[in-house]
C-alpha cells in the first residue's frame, strides 16, 4: 500500500531527524588545512637604524674601532610569502538550551509519527477485514444464485417436458424462460462483485490481483471470543446508553490518532522552548591542535594548542526571535484545537459505529427467521409442485421468496461482521490478533 509505504518513510525521515538533534549534544571534530603563497600588501617598519646608529658612531668614536657598522632600517611584509597552517579542532557545546529544545521537539514529532503508522496499520487491518468479509459475500451471493439457476434450469425442462405432453401451455414456457433469464442475469453481476472484490482484497495484501482467496467457514462466523467477540456480547447484552457510555470511557487514550496529535503538541512546545532559548547566550569549548610555519614540519616551532572558550549571544536580530516565538506559539495552539476536534470527532464515530453494529446484529435474528420460513414455504410448494398441484406462478414466486432470504440472510452476517471490524476499529482494538495469525483468507492462499 503506497500510504503505509509512505508513513514508513516518514518514521524513517523523523527518527533520523530526531538522531540529528541529538547529535548536537556530541563533540564535532573538524579538519582543516591551508598553504597559502603572497606577494605585496601592507609592510610593517621599524626604524631600527634611525635608532641605533648615533650611539654606534659614538661607541666607535670613543674605542677608536669599526667595531660597530651602520644598520639600515628595518621592513617587513605582514603577509608570508610562504605559509602553511594544518590543523585539527574540537568543538563541544557546555550550554546551549536550544540544543535540548531541538532534541526533546525531534523525539516528540518521531513518537507522533510512530503513531500515525499504527494508525495506518490499524486502518488497514479494518480495511482487510472488510474487504474479506465483502469478497466472502459476494463468493456466497454466487453460490445462492448457482443453487437458483439449477432450481429455474429444473423447471424449465419440466415446463417444456408438460408442453410437449399437452399437460401444460407455452405460457408457463416462456415464464420459465424469463426466470431462467433473470437469474443468469444476477449471477453475472454476482460474480462481477466477487471479482472486483478480490481484487481489492489483493491490492490491500500487495499481491497478484488475480490470486487465490481461499474462505473458511469459520471466518464468516459472528466469533464468542476475543475482543470483536466480548463487543458482540456487549452489544447484545447492556443497553444503548449503557453500551456506548462504556465504550466512550478512555475515548482520549484508546485511539493512536490522539496519540499522535499529542505528541504533535508536545513537540510545537518543545519548538516554542527553542524558539526562546535561541535568544540566549550559548558557552561552547574550542580546541585547536596543529602544524604551522613557512614549511611543513614536526618540530617545536612547528606544533600549536589552543583552547578557547567561546560565549556568543545574539542580542538581537532585527525582531526576527519574536516571530519565531510567535509562529511556535500559533502552532501550538492550532494543534490544540486539532486534538479537541479529534477527540469529538472519534466519539462521533465511536457513537455511530455502536448504533450500526446494533441495528446489524438484531438485522440478522429477523434475517435468520425470514430464511426458515421462506425455505419451509418452498418445500412445500416445490413438494406440491412435483405432485402437479402447485401453479406455476406459486413455484416461481416461493423460489424467488426463497432466494432473496438467503441472500439477505448472507448480507445481514457480512454486514454484522463488518460493523464489528468497523467497531474494533472505532474503539481503538489492537489489531494484533490478525497480524500475528496473518491476514484472513491469507493463510490459505494456493
Known amino acids: ?42 609592510t610593517f617598519d621599524v626604524p631600527v637604524g634611525d ?37 585539527v579542532r574540537v568543538t563541544q557545546v557546555l550550554w546551549n538550551p536550544a540544543v535540548g529544545a531541538g532534541a526533546r521537539s525531534g523525539r516528540f514529532r518521531a513518537d507522533a509519527t ?108 459472528l466469533p464468542d471470543t476475543g ?19 462504556t465504550l466512550a470511557e478512555g475515548v482520549g487514550t484508546m485511539r493512536p490518532e490522539l496519540d499522535q496529535l499529542d505528541q504533535a503538541v508536545a513537540a510545537a512546545e518543545a519548538g516554542l522552548g527553542a524558539a526562546r532559548a535561541s535568544t540566549l547566550p550559548t558557552v561552547a569549548l574550542a580546541v585547536d591542535a596543529g602544524l604551522q610555519g613557512r614549511e611543513y614540519g614536526f618540530g617545536a616551532d612547528n606544533r600549536y594548542l589552543m583552547a578557547s572558550v567561546v560565549l556568543s549571544w545574539a542580542v538581537t536580530n532585527g525582531g526576527g526571535e519574536r516571530s519565531r516565538i510567535r509562529q511556535a506559539r500559533l502552532e501550538r495552539d492550532m494543534l490544540e484545537r486539532e486534538r479537541a476536534d479529534a477527540e469529538a470527532r472519534i466519539r462521533l464515530e465511536l457513537q455511530t459505529a455502536a448504533y450500526n453494529t446494533r441495528v446489524a446484529l438484531r438485522s440478522i435474528e429477523t434475517a435468520t427467521e425470514r430464511l426458515a420460513e421462506a425455505e419451509r414455504a418452498f418445500t412445500l410448494v416445490r413438494r406440491r409442485r412435483e405432485e402437479g398441484l ?16 438467503r441472500q439477505s440472510h448472507s448480507i445481514a452476517e457480512a454486514e454484522a461482521l463488518i460493523r464489528l471490524a468497523e467497531l474494533d476499529y472505532a474503539t481503538g482494538g489492537a489489531p494484533d490478533d490478525l497480524a500475528g495469525e496473518g491476514a484472513p483468507g491469507q493463510e490459505n492462499e494456493r
Open 1 to 42: 500500500m503506497t500510504a503505509t509505504r509512505s508513513v514508513l518513510v516518514a518514521l524513517e525521515q523523523a527518527e533520523a531527524g530526531w538522531a540529528e538533534s541529538r547529535s548536537n549534544y556530541l563533540p564535532s571534530i573538524e579538519f582543516q588545512a591551508r598553504y597559502s603563497m603572497a606577494r605585496g600588501g601592507r
Open 227 to 245: 475482543p470483536i467477540g466480548r463487543l458482540r456480547e456487549a452489544a447484545t447484552s447492556q443497553s444503548d446508553d449503557a453500551w456506548i457510555r
Open 390 to 405: 402447485a401453479t406455476p406462478l406459486e413455484f416461481f414466486d416461493a423460489r424467488a421468496a426463497f432466494t432473496r432470504a
Open 51 to 87: 635608532l641605533l646608529n648615533d650611539a654606534y658612531a659614538t661607541l666607535n668614536g670613543l674605542t677608536g674601532t669599526q667595531q660597530f657598522p651602520a644598520i639600515q632600517n628595518q621592513k617587513f611584509d605582514l603577509l608570508r610569502d610562504r605559509e602553511q597552517e594544518t590543523r
Open 114 to 221: 510512530r503513531a500515525e503508522t499504527e494508525a495506518v496499520r490499524r486502518a488497514l487491518v479494518r480495511d482487510i477485514r472488510v474487504a474479506y468479509y465483502t469478497f466472502a459475500n459476494a463468493l456466497r451471493a454466487e453460490a445462492i444464485l448457482d443453487d437458483a439457476l439449477e432450481l429455474v434450469l429444473e423447471n424449465e425442462r419440466s415446463s417444456n417436458a408438460l408442453v410437449r405432453t399437452a399437460l401444460a401451455t407455452n405460457e408457463q414456457v416462456h415464464r420459465a424462460r424469463a426466470e431462467r433469464l433473470e437469474v443468469e442475469a444476477q449471477r453475472d453481476r454476482a460474480e462481477t462483485d466477487r471479482l472486483l472484490a478480490a481484487s481489492y482484497f489483493n491490492y490491500l495484501l500487495a499481491r497478484d490481483p488475480a490470486a487465490d482467496i481461499e474462505v473458511s467457514p469459520t471466518d464468516l462466523t
